[in-house]
């Protein structure tokens, strides 16, 4: 981006940053309707404001491009993917489920991502770079926009890992939870992480109240770290503690994600062992059978051993439920986005 990038101001700093150009405050709040409320593309629709000004701004700064080229609807699930083309070339993709109490969008907050775990294919090709908060804020926006449909709550669980893009992904949600802007409830929103131990202690200090989704997948060191590189770096027991103390701080119960793999992590030792390590944590568990990624070799269990696997768990204490999958026909599933270029045209970071 040449310009600088309006949309990553927050209330209070857009303020700031038109009494530097000599705007008055109400202006700011007004340029800040349009970009985060009747959601603007262009300064030029925002047309309570003076010609001069428009394009004074138009001059200075830039309503960060997340632009739709791709939009594909599920004909299985009230499910839809858009894939969204940034400033640089960079390719995105996000998910619209509509549900009976509500709509929920799945963000990306990366541009690939670095984390490597096995069986998801959008760590194919690794990390291209961060999002900006503005990138985040504007997935939303365009859905709502291209769909006239108004989202209620959001989940970070698409391309990347938000507390590897820590304090955008902060910036993100204060902003997204604004009362100047969307104002989507924060106990509406979950982020899901591989467990970055040191960000999970970072997060639950920030006085948040969104739901931390905490990527499990192996009720032990051993097989964690076979599923996910992130496991040589934090140790699962210090994963768990950081989630205790997310739960601590914040009261929000976390909740555990656990893909489950056939023949990998599906067995009867896994049933006692995630018992052992989830008997004495209020918290919830999701089951996703692994949804597949033709790069890789991992097969889901069939139905009825993924219910027998549920059934065991919650017959042992645990508040489980198994995540209905949706858009997997459009590979909209969890796992399946995956990093991408514009075709042509690929420009480089500058
Ligand atoms: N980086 C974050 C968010 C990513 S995806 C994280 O790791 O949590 C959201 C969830 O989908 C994670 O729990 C992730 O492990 C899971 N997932 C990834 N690939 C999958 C696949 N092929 N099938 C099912 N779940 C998958």
Redesign the pocket.
Known sequence: MNKRDICSYDYEELKEEMARIGEPPFRSRQIYEWLHVKLADDFQDMTNLSKKLREKLDGEYEIARVQMTERQISKTDPTEKFLFELWDGNMIESVLMKYPYGNSVCISSQAG?R?G?R????TIGGLNRNLTPSEMLRQIYQIQRLTGERVSNVV???????LDNYDNFVRFIRMVSDEHGLHISQRSITA???GIVPNIHRLASEGLQITL???L?GATQEKRRQLMPVADKYHLEEVLEACDAYFRKTGRRVTF?Y?LVAGVNDQPEDIRELTAILKERNCHMNL??????KE?N?KKPNSKNALVFKNKLEKNGINVTIRRERGSDIDG????LRRRYAAANVRRNR
């Open positions: 991502c984390m775990c069986f998801c294919a959008s970070v669980m698409g391309t990347g890992e938000p899901s992480t591989c989704a905490l990527s997948h994600e893909s996703i059978p692994v949804n597949p990624v890789r991992y599933a969890c796992g399946q």
